[in-house]
């Protein structure tokens, strides 16, 4: 399995595709691949401009198809979008809880 970052950017018009946003949302609850995602914001950390979705997937062209199907992808919402392979950094990771010391270095 391959871990795949899809970065893509909002149109200007990205407020009135918004409207599809629960259908999104609930797209990729259900979707098993989503690993983690979360909005760009702008310079104010007010506007959202895009998103960042991490997802699992046996290829690059299997994380494409997934992709495809999101609601928002499928309205025109995005003005960009770059599938990457991405690679996770578990050592890196941070538990502020005694009982987390040293879990990250598994």
């Not at 299997?62 to 609601?71: Q, S, Y």
Request: with cysteine; net charge negative.
């Amino acid at each position: 399995m391959l871990y795949c970052a899809i970065c893509f950017g909002d149109r200007d018009q990205a407020r009135a595709y918004r409207a599809q946003k629960s259908k999104h949302l609930s797209y990729w609850r259900r979707h098993h691949a989503l690993q983690l995602a979360g909005p760009f914001y702008d310079e104010d950390h007010q506007t959202k401009i895009g998103c960042l979705i991490v997802i699992r997937a046996a290829n690059r062209e299997a994380a494409e198809e997934i992709f495809h199907h999101d609601p928002l992808y499928q309205s025109g919402v995005f003005s960009s979008c770059e599938i990457h392979p991405w690679g996770v950094v578990t050592e890196m990771l941070h538990d502020p809880t005694p009982e987390g010391a040293g879990a990250s270095q598994r």
